[in-house]
């Protein structure tokens, strides 16, 4: 199936746009530019095909996330940079999608190569599948299979990405991968995600880029948990090993509240989100607050974005991070502080805006992350922060600047 001029200028003009914006490595660029992303999205308009946004390909009638989707183009040209993909590379993929990354993947690997990808749904494995046949990439292996088994009989892989949102690294996951090759995922701890970049070094895997991100979850892994607070309008999502008790904070937002403020500003179009993954780096405390519409009605304070605010809890209090336009200043013009409820609700707005000070001495800075298998000793433990999941032990630390 050939293309057509209009529909090429569609694709460079897209690819155009994310060079803009985040230059890529030549190869990258390259597939982006070679792969027909509408032959992966039959019956979508050229045009919305090739519109750097993520396209739903199977809905989730049981929640509010599709079962599957398009990742917007711009997060996959970003992953695949992270990837760092070699010629002759063996790769495996988690989350076959609509074969779309598979594809590119397998511009990346080249003729020496091998691209396998796998999916637990088989209507999304038979659609990458069909796709994958249409745009001309038959070789490209499509497996019907949990993702947190991987496919050890292809194992060793020299990559291993992940395109569904993860909690832990499963063990078989290590396993498969070749030691010095690399593992590119979507990582969600203490109510964020990134995408993380590893490199495994024996039974080390050691980051070396973190950039945020937000993918449909992996079926399997419930290692988040969600409480309902204020007659279900307010939600806390929070990990498992976070005593986060539902009867302890039932009448929290019954209390005085407690507004701090800190020194720092953004302007409108300036992230704040790595005051979140600061937070993550030192407090046990930190997980994500959803204030829906009704609850802002009744009163409850707006956090700095009602969808997704850093949130620390501690028994029958908690604070979130809040924003405030400030005109005196129209370059940043928004202040941020922290909203405090409960009877230590004031002390944890303290240290919600200690961790807003110290992301915003080094606003660009991320933590190294080094996660270890979860029976790994504490006295092995490289300096930092560590999180205990169910297969790994996340290390979390920012490099310490000399005085």
């Known amino acids: 199936m050939n293309s057509t001029p209009a529909v090429d200028d569609l694709r460079n003009q897209l690819v155009d746009q994310i060079v803009a914006e985040r230059p890529l490595p030549a190869a990258v660029e390259r597939a982006l530019r070679t792969v027909r992303r509408e032959l992966h999205l039959p019956g979508l308009d050229p045009a919305d095909a090739y519109a750097d ?43 076959a999608g609509t074969g779309y990354n598979a594809a590119l993947l397998s511009e990346l690997v080249g003729p020496d190569g091998q691209v396998t990808t796998i999916d637990i749904d088989s209507d999304v494995a038979l659609h990458a599948r069909d796709a994958l046949n249409r745009a001309g990439y038959e070789h490209v292996r499509v497996m019907e299979r949990d993702g947190l088994k991987g496919a050890p009989e292809h194992a060793p892989y020299d990559r291993i990405v992940a395109t569904v949102g993860v909690w832990d690294v499963p063990a078989t996951w290590w ?15 203490r109510g964020q995600t990134r995408s993380v970049a590893l490199t495994r070094h024996s039974n080390t895997l050691v980051s070396d880029d973190m950039e945020l991100c937000g993918f449909v979850p992996i079926v399997g892994q419930e290692g988040e948990r969600t409480i309902e607070l204020a007659n279900g309008t307010v939600r806390l999502h929070h990990d498992r090993d976070q005593p986060v008790d539902p009867d302890l904070l039932g009448d929290v937002f019954s209390t005085p509240l407690t507004e ?25 405390t930190v997980c994500r607050i959803e204030v829906t519409g009704q609850a802002l009605e009744d009163g409850v304070r707006r956090p700095a974005i009602p969808g997704r605010s850093p949130a620390l809890v501690s028994g029958n209090s908690l604070a979130y991070l809040i924003a405030e336009r400030d005109n005196a200043d129209p370059v940043q013009p928004a202040r941020l502080g922290a909203a405090g ?4 609700g004031s002390d944890l707005a303290r240290s919600l805006v200690a961790h807003i000070s110290a992301w915003s001495t080094d606003r660009t800075a991320v933590p190294g992350m080094a996660i270890h298998p979860a029976a790994t000793l504490l006295d092995d433990l490289p300096t930092g922060h560590d999180i205990l999941k169910e297969d790994s032990r996340i290390v979390l630390a920012y ?3 000399p005085e």
Not at 260 to 283: H, K
Not at 341 to 344: K, L, M
């Open 399 to 401: 490099e310490q600047k």
């Open 341 to 344: 409820y409960g009877p230590d």
């Open 175 to 189: 396993q498969q991968l070749d030691d010095g090759g690399r593992l590119v995922l979507p990582l969600r701890w």
């Open 53 to 95: 946004k993520a396209v739903s390909i199977k809905e989730n009638p049981n929640g509010p996330l599709p079962l599957s989707c398009a990742s917007v183009p711009t997060t996959v040209a970003m992953m695949l940079a992270q990837l760092d993909v070699q010629p002759g590379d063996h790769v495996l993929e988690i989350g």
């Open 260 to 284: 701090l403020w800190s020194d720092a500003r953004v302007g409108s179009q300036e992230t704040f989100d790595g005051i979140w993954l600061r937070a993550t780096a030192s407090d046990d």
